[in-house]
């Protein structure tokens, strides 16, 4: 679902994942773990910077890419283990200076865990249809590396 608010654009990401709520949790807040998905595709190289996992607490992730780096930033605003995540969204040397929203909910399912991402604010249609692709990627790629981890069942 994709919508258009007062506040900007937002997307909904449902997606199963074929792992328990714990090891997908875990690899939205452990930087050894980001590293091996938190990017649209393989192309990338990701180093975690900062990872502060308190409410409160910042992160900042870069993507490494042929064509340079990519750094997103942001704050941790919710963190309810192992059901709910919610923090701020921003992209380091940004035109548009967007301040966004991302919340990912996960619960129990059949075989691993119903994951849902909501990101809300985004500045613009292009926008959303860009963090829709690389969402969709980062995900594909959080499934992959959490069906290849022992224990992930």
Request: proline share 4%; charged share 25%.
């Amino acid at each position: 679902m994709n919508a258009q608010t007062n506040e900007g654009f937002s997307l909904t990401i449902n997606r199963h994942i074929p792992a328990n709520r714990n090891a997908v949790f875990g690899a939205w807040t452990r930087a050894e773990l980001l590293t091996r998905w938190f990017s649209p595709s393989a192309d990338f190289r990701v180093v975690v910077l900062e990872l502060d996992l308190r409410v409160g607490g910042r992160y900042r992730i870069e993507m490494h890419e042929a064509d340079g780096i990519h750094t997103v930033y942001g704050e941790y605003i919710e963190i309810s283990r192992p059901d709910r995540l919610v923090f701020t969204w921003a992209w380091e040397h940004s035109d548009d200076g967007a301040q966004m929203l991302v919340t990912v909910e996960l619960t129990e399912d059949p075989d691993g865990t119903a994951l849902t991402l909501l990101h809300e604010k985004l500045p613009s249609e292009t926008s959303r249809d860009l963090h829709n692709e690389g969402w969709d990627g980062c995900l594909s790629r959080l499934a992959t590396a959490l069906e290849s981890q022992p224990g992930s069942e």
